[in-house]
């Protein structure tokens, strides 16, 4: 089964927003797909409930509470999990037993990228992950490409101990579509395919170090 935490240390990163982007498509690939929810908002279980009546609905649990590893069906394919806002290196750790691949969302400003450092080195400094049991990588998230900022950033990120595995352009289209219970991966325009190209590396990644 493919089981992966997708976790930062900073807010407002689009962390629920890249969960239920790849529990989607995985749902979409006809796989049993579930997505547990540890942040207390409940924004990735209301995402799922918003998607129960599709072909391609994707099991919410609340795993907030204690025990909520008992609950993932024996035939789920895929397991994604959504951490908690502004998560801790030791609060990751408790979930590491449970996934083979952390992706850690980071936003492409100076500011922000000084603020997530110390978190990536409390994470290279876990045992599961410096004896290479769980693979990790940096998803920048939100960027504009053709702008300073973002190439200073990309610069910044490559002096970090994880390789960065995507870069998602910014765009209204994730919070409108996670609105409706959607995803990138539910439309097929011009428009939405290009994005979706953004998505490539990082599905490639994750079914390198996914078994």
């Known amino acids: 089964m493919l089981k992966l935490l997708v976790a930062s240390s900073k807010g407002g990163c689009g962390k629920s927003t890249i969960a239920s982007n790849l529990a989607a498509y995985f749902a979409l690939k006809g ?3 579930v997505l547990a929810d540890a942040d207390r908002q409940g924004s990735s279980r209301n995402w799922c409930e918003k998607r ?3 072909d391609s609905a994707v099991l919410p649990l609340d795993a907030t509470r204690k025990g909520w590893q008992k609950h993932v069906p024996d035939d789920a394919d895929c397991l994604v999990i959504d951490s908690g806002a502004g998560i801790r290196a030791s ?7 449970d996934v083979n691949t952390l992706v850690v969302p980071v936003l492409p400003s100076v500011v922000d990228l000084e603020a997530t450092a110390p978190f990536l080195a409390e994470l290279a400094a876990l045992p599961r992950i410096r004896k290479h049991k769980v693979a990790v990588g940096l998803v920048a998230n939100r960027t504009k490409p053709w702008t300073q900022l973002t190439q200073q950033a990309s610069e910044r990120i490559g ?3 994880f390789p960065l595995v995507a870069q998602l352009r910014d765009t209204q289209a994730y919070s409108l579509m996670n609105g409706l219970g959607k995803s990138i991966f539910d439309y097929h325009s011009e428009a939405v395919r290009s994005h979706q190209e953004d998505w490539q590396k990082l599905l490639r990644w994750l079914k390198k170090h996914g078994d």
């Open 31 to 33: 796989k049993a797909t």
């Open 52 to 54: 129960a009546a599709l």
């Open 91 to 97: 609060e990751v750790a408790e979930f590491l037993d």
């Open 159 to 161: 002096a970090f101990p």
